[in-house]
């Protein structure tokens, strides 16, 4: 049982275009991260949201905590071949992550 | 650079071999982990430490043991390896920092049973 759905899985795009990736569950966590995974290399964190409904901005990129801090989202605007990788959720209890299956980004020049 | 390195870095063995593989942390760490991680399922947790001698099991426990006599090293064997258990391999230790609290994960192990 994935306790984090992320969504989708797989997406391939084009330069220059908007994406968005989800991650859900139905637990609450007190924080919640986002990582990104190169080839042949563990995952490295992005960012954190601890408040509900926080709203993290990394360059072109928008990290947003639900409400009820249950699930987030990662925008990417004007996505660049740069960004191409595994986006990872995971949420935060007591000193361990409890992992999303992976959003595999690649986007297209 | 959080100063994790593992070893070994690929392997491949047999069914029914027993296999350890090593992380080594330099900068001591409390709370180290061992993951494993396989497509359409992210990372899952396997053990984890939260001392020296001190460990618990995550959810995908079954068939791993670990251990930690000293801080800077959390060993992971597989006691008799299965092909279920070809994966790659992730030790990690967890810091708290300005931004609240993160782990910082090795390179990586790629292991392969046949």
């Known amino acids: 049982t994935q306790l984090l759905e992320q969504s989708p899985q797989f997406l391939s795009i084009q330069e220059g275009e908007n994406l968005t990736v989800y991650c859900n569950s139905s637990s609450v966590f007190s924080s919640l991260q986002w990582y990104r995974q190169e080839p042949g290399e563990g995952p490295v964190l992005l960012v954190t949201?601890?408040?509900?409904?926080e709203v993290k901005k990394l360059k072109r990129l928008t990290f947003q905590f639900g409400d009820a801090r249950k699930d987030s989202s990662l925008h990417i605007t004007a996505a660049q071949p740069g960004d191409t990788g595994l986006y990872l959720c995971a949420g935060v209890r007591a000193q361990k992550l409890v992992f999303g299956q992976g959003t595999r980004l690649t986007i297209n020049p | 650079d959080a100063g994790i390195t593992q070893s070994p870095r690929h392997k491949v063995t047999e069914t029914g071999t027993p296999v350890t593989l090593r992380c080594h942390q330099t900068e001591n760490h409390r709370y180290m982990y061992w993951y494993r991680q396989d497509p359409g399922h992210g990372l899952r947790l396997i053990h984890y430490?939260?001392?020296?001698?001190?460990?618990d099991k995550g959810e995908v426990s079954d068939g791993y043991s670990v251990s930690r006599s000293k801080t800077e090293d959390f060993l992971l064997t597989l006691e008799s390896a299965t092909s279920s258990q070809t994966s790659v391999y992730f030790c990690?230790?967890?810091?708290?920092?300005?931004?609240?609290?993160?782990?910082?994960f090795g390179p990586g192990t790629r292991l392969t049973v046949l």
């Open positions: 430490s939260y001392g020296v001698k001190d460990t």
């Open positions: 949201v601890v408040t509900g409904g």
């Open positions: 990690a230790i967890s810091e708290s920092t300005s931004g609240g609290y993160e782990q910082f």
